[in-house]
């Protein structure tokens, strides 16, 4: 038994199955952070110049292909109805969750960042200024995935194109732009109505003002 214990929901995604949710914010407020940046994704984009051939690789609920340190399973606890669990394996909603799994990506794909593989969290983009190069890229990178036993959602890939949607931008050999779907986001914007939701709408503009021409 332990004395840990949160609580949980179910949310829908977008293919139509369900997402486990568990609150734990009582548990995040007593969690030491950690400090592992995130890689900004301008940064990442920086890379991709001359790039003409990509692929995309999504890690199926890359998470939870992390071991919990077993001293730590209990605090990951939540409670149901039907019981009281515990993960043994990362769940979604740890604050250090990101960190811990950027971390990982890093430190198993150093050799090849900034060559020919960009890495954000669980996504995977490989890319190359030829097909004959990319076929080389493409077999190291899933031989590391293979030997480090981390397992992809073939569903979620994409191979071998000319043009790939990566973290909300459409990436091709002509450059980076947005992507289309993030656009409509602004253009169906309310108007805002007090000095927050003004602040949000000039954040999400301000992103994008560099894809704007003039």
């Known amino acids: 038994f332990s004395p840990w214990g949160a609580p949980v929901l179910f949310v829908k995604k977008k293919d139509g199955t369900m997402r486990l949710c568990i609150d ?5 407020k007593v969690t030491i952070k950690n400090k ?5 994704i301008d ?3 920086d890379q991709l110049k001359g790039a003409s051939v990509f692929s995309k690789i999504d890690l199926r609920s890359g998470y939870y292909q992390l071991r919990i340190r077993d001293s730590d399973i209990p605090k990951t606890a939540f409670r149901t109805r039907y019981g009281h669990y515990e993960f043994l ?9 990101p960190a811990v799994f950027m971390d990982l990506m890093n430190r198993i794909f ?3 960042l900034d060559r020919f593989v960009v890495v954000f969290i669980d996504d995977i983009l490989v890319y190359s200024r030829d097909e004959t190069e990319h076929a080389e890229h493409l077999r190291l990178v899933l031989q590391i995935l293979r030997d480090k036993q981390l397992y992809a959602k073939f569903s979620k ?3 071998w194109l000319r043009e790939v949607s990566f973290l909300g931008h459409v990436v091709s050999a002509s450059g980076i732009r ?3 779907n993030k656009i409509s986001a602004i253009l169906d914007w309310k108007p805002p109505r007090n000095i927050t939701e003004v602040r949000s709408f000039l954040g999400l503009a301000g992103y994008y003002r560099r894809f704007v021409k003039g």
């Open 110 to 112: 150093r050799p090849y």
């Open 24 to 28: 734990y914010r009582q548990l995040n």
């Open 89 to 97: 394996v990362m769940p979604f909603g740890l604050t250090n969750a």
């Open 36 to 40: 592992y940046p995130l890689p900004r």
């Open 157 to 159: 890939c994409e191979f």
């Open 178 to 180: 947005v992507d289309p």
């Open 43 to 45: 940064d990442l984009f």
